[in-house]
């Protein structure tokens, strides 16, 4: 089975450009995450939807960001406009309801803001 | 509120010694779960293993074990005959038993493994 698939894996821009980031979940997992991990931070929590639903976003940083779930294969991480301070990377992970709680995450995606 | 510790920022030590990664965890639930993460250079997360706050029984998995101690909020990584290739950040982390799945990490150990 196909794991949790990001792209891109690599991200450059410049300050003020919109930044779109894209998961693919693993099939069948209701449950996705989006969670930034910085030097200064770690692995922080931004965003998590279950059913497509967002359920808790108290860690989106500000309103420059925002996540969909259009359907249960595909979810967006935007930023608009982007900053150099969300120079990060960006992971995905999805999770089953039915299960344990184990989340499986994705490769991540490097995001420069230049 | 919810947090993890991982005291030990980095540990270097030399192929075949033994090491123990710490892991201390606060909560107010009575039911939870603990895992392991590791992050090789290579940077993707890998899910190691979980553990229920009520099976305070010690796991072994080839040179892994895992040590929980409820009355301690401990739950602490051991390698045996450590590797270069487990050279990685590992990763402790907590989340409710039920309900919300919110993992709540700690900062991370780095984990160097010299020949």
């Known amino acids: 089975d196909a794991g949790v698939i990001q792209s891109p894996r690599h991200e450059v821009t410049e300050m003020g450009q919109e930044v779109t980031l894209r998961c693919k979940p693993i099939?069948?997992?209701?449950?996705l995450f989006w969670y930034r991990q910085t030097m200064m931070r770690g692995l922080e929590l931004l965003i998590y939807?279950?059913?497509?639903?967002?359920?808790?976003d108290s860690g989106m940083p500000e309103d420059r960001f925002s996540a969909k779930m259009p359907n249960a294969s595909f979810s967006t991480l935007k930023i608009q406009p982007s900053e150099p301070r969300d120079s990060a990377v960006y992971f995905c992970?999805?999770?089953?309801?039915?299960?344990?709680?184990?989340?499986?995450f994705g490769p991540g995606t490097r995001l420069t803001v230049l | 509120a919810q947090k993890v510790t991982q005291a030990q920022t980095e540990i270097s030590v030399v192929e075949k010694e033994d090491v123990t990664l710490d892991c201390v965890y606060e909560?107010?639930?009575?039911?939870?779960?603990l895992f392991w993460y590791k992050q090789p250079p290579s940077g993707e997360l890998v899910f190691l293993i979980r553990?229920?706050?009520?099976?305070?029984q010690n796991e072994i998995s080839g040179r892994y074990s895992w040590n929980f101690q409820k009355s301690t909020s401990s739950f602490n990584f051991t390698i045996t005959a450590s590797q270069v290739v487990d050279s990685a950040v590992y990763f402790c982390?907590?989340?409710?038993?039920?309900?919300?799945?919110?993992?709540?990490f700690g900062q991370g150990t780095r984990l160097t493994i010299n020949p």
């Open positions: 992970a999805s999770s089953r309801s039915t299960g344990t709680g184990e989340q499986y």
């Open positions: 099939s069948g997992h209701d449950y």
């Open positions: 909560t107010r639930d009575t039911t939870y779960y």
């Open positions: 553990r229920n706050s009520f099976d305070e």
């Open positions: 982390a907590l989340s409710p038993l039920q309900g919300a799945q919110k993992l709540v």
């Open positions: 939807f279950n059913n497509n639903v967002p359920i808790d």
